[in-house]
């Protein structure tokens, strides 16, 4: 039986906070056909997703997406890298009318985000 996403994510926080491979509390690594098993689903719906990462972020925990795995850490985790400083955001301002939008970037009209 499928599990629904707050079971799913309840599970992640979980994995992030045992101990393996020596460590604990740290990002890790889930590989899709693993999170899928996990979910008990066939297939990963993106409203599935970013219900799981809704539901994270209610914790600080996040769920980010790659294409061969995901990532699941606290914010705190990602604090250490660096900021672009305004001064360098600014530099590209100028240069956005210059981009080409890739069709992945763009959103569907009736999506949220």
Known sequence: M???AAET???LSRLYHKKYEG???DPFRIAWPQLRSLAAVPCLEKSFLKEVSEVLAETDHCLIPF???LL????D???HYRMVPDRIVEQ???LSEDFVVDEDDICDE???S
């Open 23 to 25: 460590l604990d509390f």
């Open 9 to 11: 994510a309840n599970i």
């Open 2 to 4: 499928a599990r629904t």
């Open 67 to 69: 294409n061969n795995f």
């Open 77 to 79: 985790d990602l604090s």
């Open 110 to 112: 009736d999506d949220e």
């Open 72 to 75: 699941v850490a606290k914010g």
């Open 92 to 94: 590209y301002l100028s």
